[in-house]
């Protein structure tokens, strides 16, 4: 069956937004993550037989859902 796995952004780690440089610099900027759009978590659909397989998988999931 078809699921969907909910992963944190690697790159902005969740929030959804990230520094434009490095954050000791006066300057820094917090952007909009380019990786996720802003929305701090990626959704990603697979086939499994059950979410205790698709855990195996995605050990860093924050959560799972039947589609
Ligand atoms: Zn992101």
Redesign the pocket.
């Known amino acids: 069956m078809k699921i969907e796995i909910h992963v944190n ?1 690697i ?2 780690d969740g929030y ?1 937004f ?1 520094a434009d440089r490095h954050p000791n610099d006066p300057s820094c900027q917090m952007v909009c ?1 380019s ?2 759009d802003g929305i ?1 978590s990626k959704d990603y659909v697979d086939d499994y037989d059950s979410i205790v397989d698709a855990k195996e998988d995605w050990p860093n999931a924050v959560s799972f859902t039947y589609i």
């Open positions: 952004c790159e902005c959804g990230v993550c990786e996720c701090g």
